[in-house]
């Protein structure tokens, strides 16, 4: 798991509702521990030609999916 201490407001996440204290549980349905867990996942699905990730997000135990647009780069 990892908890989210700051995110950028201006970014994707915001977006989609990722706020300070969610903690993301899985990017595209696999567990993730460290912030290079998510990179490497993230980075997986752009070099596969995804266009999102799906999160599960953790938020004061609720549960919930987040589609999450992958940026170009």
């Known amino acids: ?6 995110v950028d407001q201006n970014g994707p ?3 989609k509702g990722v ?3 969610d903690i ?3 990017v595209g349905q696999e ?3 460290t912030p290079a867990d998510i ?6 699905a752009r070099q596969a ?3 999102s990730v799906l999160l599960l997000v953790d938020r ?3 549960m919930r999916f987040i589609a999450l647009r992958i940026d170009k780069g």
Do not use: D, Y
Request: zero cysteines.
């Open 1 to 6: 798991m990892l908890f989210r201490s700051e």
């Open 13 to 15: 996440a915001a977006e």
């Open 19 to 21: 706020r300070a204290g």
């Open 24 to 26: 993301i549980v899985e």
């Open 31 to 33: 567990e993730v521990k």
């Open 39 to 44: 990179r490497a996942k993230v980075e997986k």
């Open 49 to 51: 030609g995804r266009k």
């Open 60 to 62: 004061q135990g609720e």
